[in-house]
């Protein structure tokens, strides 16, 4: 069985961050999004992974070959981004009958892997949602067999969203359909894979649901936080042996990286600050600080501050990207 992650998307909403670093790589309760994706694989005996790269395609390889040497992995670069349906169905050459997991590259959840991975029958793992406008849905009958699936439906006839995880058997199927998908001129504007699904199901592919526990939402700054804050909940309390603290309250959960020098401050609670960070009379809550950066004289509360970055002044809500320097007293400037 093979794992096929798309993280060839700009990841626009998160911008500027994503202006330096792809959106899979943004540090999350002391990991980051993709290496929570490949551990939760990995740790079910997954060692075959397919990763659909793009924009700043050249980090990720570089992150999945530095720490997880012990993977066979292959990287496919999406040029053309048309969509998730696009980007599994360039995968046809490695992937050929096998069976696979697909979960995108933005997508966090808390599951029966195994369960997922030992289906007799494909998998769509879903979530009950209060807006099921905004996602693909599933309709589901009482043998928890999936019967229709339709993207943001006009009026939904279900609340359970497709969290962006499947486990597909008939993998030959499934590139016919996404072909199938353009072939049909499709209302979409793109390989919409979940159409392609749908057509599966009109040829009397099984699709089982798998109910998830919870769904990270990791698309927006406010709610990236969130996860943050949840997350961190989950992983606990994290303070690298490394990292010296002077004249400084820690208030869990946090995560503090290898190098961090943290004086005069109060950090926490739903705190992750990446490594080598220094920090200096600031009082930070609710916040994912990157990696490199330098904070002093700051109030900080629902706040993003990306790797590299030099903030000195007074109480701000930001959202600040990499490699950016800010005086709020005075001027700002970016590299």
Same mark, same amino acid.
């Given at each position: 069985m093979k794992a096929i992650i798309p993280v060839a998307g700009a990841?626009?909403?998160?911008?500027? +961050?994503?202006?330096?670093?792809?959106?899979? /790589?943004? &540090? /999350?309760?002391?990991?980051?999004? @993709?290496?929570?994706?490949?551990?939760? @694989?990995?740790?079910?005996?997954?060692?075959?992974?397919?990763?659909?790269?793009?924009?700043?395609?050249?980090?990720?390889?570089?992150?999945?070959?530095?720490n997880y040497p012990q993977l066979n992995t292959h990287f496919i670069t999406q040029n053309d981004r048309q969509g998730v349906g696009h980007a599994i169905e360039i995968t046809k050459d490695l992937i050929n009958d096998d069976e696979v997991v697909i979960v995108l590259g933005d997508t966090i959840a808390e599951y029966n892997v195994r369960e997922l991975i030992d289906s007799p029958t494909s998998v769509l793992a879903v979530k009950k949602v209060d807006d099921p406008h905004k996602f693909g849905v599933a309709e589901i009958n009482e043998e928890d067999v999936i019967t229709r699936v339709v993207e943001k439906?006009?009026?939904?006839?279900?609340?359970?969203? @497709?969290?962006?995880?499947?486990?597909?058997?008939?993998?030959? /199927?499934?590139?016919?359909?996404?072909?199938?998908?353009?072939?049909n001129k499709s209302i979409y504007d793109d390989f919409n894979l979940t159409e392609a699904l749908q057509f599966m199901i009109e040829k009397e592919t099984v699709f089982h649901s798998l109910k998830v526990d919870d769904w990270f939402d990791c698309g927006q700054k406010d709610s990236l936080i969130k996860s943050n804050a949840i997350l961190l909940q989950k992983f606990g309390n994290n303070l690298a042996q490394t990292c010296v603290q002077n004249n400084t309250?820690?208030?869990?959960?946090?995560?503090?990286? %290898?190098?961090?020098?943290?004086?005069?401050?109060?950090?926490? &609670? %739903?705190?992750?600050?990446?490594?080598?960070?220094?920090?200096? +009379?600031?009082?930070?809550?609710?916040?994912?600080?990157?990696?490199?950066?330098? @904070?002093?004289?700051?109030? /900080?509360?629902?706040?993003?501050?990306?790797?590299?970055?030099?903030?000195?002044?007074?109480s701000r809500n930001l959202n600040i990207g990499d490699n950016t320097a800010i005086d709020l007293g005075g001027s700002s400037n970016s590299n």
């Open positions: 990841g626009t909403k998160l911008r500027p +961050h994503t202006y330096t670093q792809p959106k899979a /790589l943004i &540090p /999350l309760a002391g990991k980051t999004i @993709l290496s929570i994706i490949i551990d939760q @694989l990995k740790d079910k005996g997954i060692t075959d992974f397919v990763f659909i790269i793009g924009y700043l395609g050249e980090k990720i390889q570089e992150y999945v070959k530095s439906p006009a009026i939904p006839k279900s609340n359970m969203a @497709l969290v962006g995880i499947y486990k597909i058997k008939e993998t030959k /199927l499934l590139f016919e359909c996404l072909i199938k998908t353009q072939e309250i820690i208030i869990p959960p946090v995560n503090i990286g %290898n190098g961090c020098i943290i004086k005069n401050s109060v950090i926490g &609670p %739903n705190v992750s600050i990446g490594e080598n960070t220094t920090i200096n +009379h600031a009082i930070i809550k609710d916040s994912i600080i990157g990696a490199y950066s330098n @904070l002093y004289e700051i109030v /900080l509360n629902n706040s993003l501050i990306g790797n590299d970055a030099e903030v000195k002044g007074v």
